[in-house]
């Protein structure tokens, strides 16, 4: 089966670096194969019979000496996900919009209550799994987006772009 697991915290503003040729290895090494990353951020792409999360975050604490939390998806999540956000939704200068992948704890749809929106310039969409969320760049200090940090759902999330979201749709399912 295919998966995605994505990384929370690495290389964000040169913090917890980690090299994408050896967090390759660290999932090879696990036996997971046809292993590849996609951009600097934490994306691995894999094939496994199975997969254990708390197996892949040992592992990265051994190799990299910080804690590292992940979040997997499989082929069917991500393409269940990807087909509920609506196409016009994208990231680009008159949009942003991310994708909020959910850890276990919070996936549910009380988890969207549990986030400061404004009404009025916010779009958010729960998907199992994840968090999608779409604001007009010019309603940004508006949005309750830029309000996220600290609450309990971004601690228990990671989150990528839409643009991300729909191109590891796309590396996954090959």
């Known amino acids: 089966m295919k998966y995605v697991a994505l990384l929370r915290g690495i290389n ?44 892949i975050e040992r592992a990265l604490k051994k190799n990299f000496k910080f804690d590292i939390k992940v979040v997997v998806r499989d082929l069917k999540n991500i393409q ?12 680009d200068p008159e949009q942003k919009t991310d994708v909020l992948f959910l850890w276990e704890e919070y996936d549910n749809k009380k988890s969207l209550d549990l986030i400061n929106i404004n009404k009025d310039v916010d779009n958010l969409l729960y998907v199992s799994g994840a968090i999608v969320w779409n604001v007009q760049r010019k309603d940004y200090k ?27 749709l796309e590396l996954v399912g090959k």
């Open 12 to 55: 964000v503003g040169g913090n917890n670096k980690v090299e994408m040729s050896k967090l390759k290895k660290v999932f090879k090494d696990l036996g997971y194969e046809n292993v590849l990353t996609y951009i600097n951020s934490g994306n691995v792409i894999f094939d496994a019979d199975k997969t254990d999360v708390s197996v």
């Open 80 to 91: 269940k996900l990807c087909k509920a956000i609506p196409k016009e939704w994208v990231n």
């Open 142 to 168: 508006k949005s309750g987006m830029n309000k996220l940090i600290g609450t309990p759902v971004y601690k228990h999330m990671t989150s990528r772009n839409v643009n991300t979201t729909r191109k590891l």
